[in-house]
T-cell receptor, first 114, second 109 residues
Framework: EAGVVQSPRYKIIEKKQPVAFWCNPISGHNTLYWYLQNLGQGPELLIRYENEEAVDDSQLPKDRFSAERLKGVDSTLKIQPAELGDSAVYLC????????????FGEGSRLTVL | GQNIDQPTEMTATEGAIVQINCTYQTSGFNGLFWYQQHAGEAPTFLSYNVLDGLEEKGRFSSFLSRSKGYSYLLLKELQMKDSASYLCASLDSNYQLIWGAGTKLIIKP
């Protein structure tokens, strides 16, 4: 069974430029999460989807971040414009349901903003 | 507020036993999770406790005391490959995972 797939693995951009990350969850997983993780810290939730619906986006900085999950499968996270403080690893995870808590993570997209 | 506390770093010797503690304060409680994260890799699930007591799974065991807001992860017969960060996370009343900062475990030969 294929795991959660993310791309790109690494991205280096200059501040004020846009960037987008893509995630393909495990087949059949209805719940999809985008997390941000800084070095030496735990993951911080940005947004959680149940199928196509964003059920928790309270931590998403909506002035510059946007996300979508068309058809309830793949998802894209966009930052525009990027700031220096956005440098981090962006993790996508999926699960079969919100109550289980067992998340399957992708390898992450490491963003460096110069 | 919601808070998860765990030590920043621990060191142990190959073949030994180590216990990583975690205390939590969350709005409601629906379970406590431990994840392992090797450097540069994604977190992977280790254990889930929702009732008090010890859950054993091979070399790893996890304990929960809901009355004390306390959990620990016990690693036996340590191997070099166990060097990683161990993340404690509590599932709150909204079924949202509240994550700790992780404990970096260093295994020495």
């Amino acid at each position: 069974e294929a795991g959660v797939v993310q791309s790109p693995r690494y991205k280096i951009i200059e501040k004020k430029q846009p960037v987008a990350f893509w995630c393909n969850p495990i087949s059949g997983h209805n719940t999809l999460y985008w997390y941000l993780q800084n070095l030496g810290q735990g993951p911080e939730l940005l947004i959680r989807y149940e199928n196509e619906e964003a059920v928790d986006d309270s931590q998403l900085p909506k002035d510059r971040f946007s996300a979508e999950r068309l058809k309830g499968v793949d998802s894209t996270l966009k930052i525009q414009p990027a700031e220096l403080g956005d440098s981090a690893v962006y993790l996508c995870a999926s699960s079969t349901g919100t109550v289980t808590g067992e998340l399957f993570f992708g390898e992450g997209s490491r963003l460096t903003v110069l | 507020g919601q808070n998860i506390d765990q030590p920043t770093e621990m060191t142990a010797t190959e073949g030994a036993i180590v216990q990583i503690n975690c205390t939590y304060q969350t709005s409601g409680f629906n379970g406590l999770f431990w994840y392992q994260q090797h450097a540069g890799e994604a977190p992977t699930f280790l254990s889930y406790n929702v009732l008090d007591g010890l859950e054993e799974k091979g070399r790893f065991s996890s304990f929960l005391s809901r009355s004390k807001g306390y959990s620990y992860l016990l690693l036996k017969e340590l191997q070099m490959k166990d060097s990683a960060s161990y993340l404690c996370a509590s599932l709150d009343s909204n079924y949202q995972l509240i994550w700790g900062a992780g404990t970096k475990l260093i295994i020495k030969p």
